[in-house]
């Protein structure tokens, strides 16, 4: 369900260690923009209804019924972030 490539995971593994107290839990969400729908990533913790899945000690995790409508979800780091 989730693909986190290995400069995204090096990126996050950088910022949990720099910021203890936030949980290494990551959803995946859509947002809506001026060009349609846009990917977002927010630090949060799952809740029933939730897929998750757990990759370098990050659980990434998003509602059923959107990972039902968006399928895989690849997650790479660029000049812009995740």
Same mark, same amino acid.
């Given at each position: 369900m989730f +693909?986190?490539s290995e %400069? !995204?995971?090096k !990126?996050? #593994?950088? =910022? =949990? &260690?720099?910021? *203890? /107290?936030? !949980?290494?839990c990551?959803?995946?969400? =859509?947002?809506? &923009? *001026?060009? &349609? @729908?846009? @990917? %977002?990533?927010? !630090? #949060?913790? +799952?809740? @029933? /209804?939730?897929? %998750?899945e757990e990759? /370098? ?6 509602? %059923? ?11 790479d780091? #660029? @000049?812009?972030?995740l």
């Amino acid at each position: 369900m989730f +693909t986190v490539s290995e %400069s !995204a995971q090096k !990126a996050l #593994d950088e =910022f =949990f &260690g720099a910021n *203890p /107290g936030v !949980a290494r839990c990551i959803r995946v969400y =859509f947002a809506v &923009g *001026p060009k &349609g @729908p846009a @990917p %977002s990533l927010v !630090a #949060d913790r +799952t809740v @029933p /209804g939730d897929v %998750s899945e757990e990759i /370098g000690g990050v659980v990434w995790c998003m509602a %059923s019924h959107l990972a039902a409508a968006v399928g895989d979800v690849a997650v790479d780091l #660029d @000049p812009k972030g995740l």
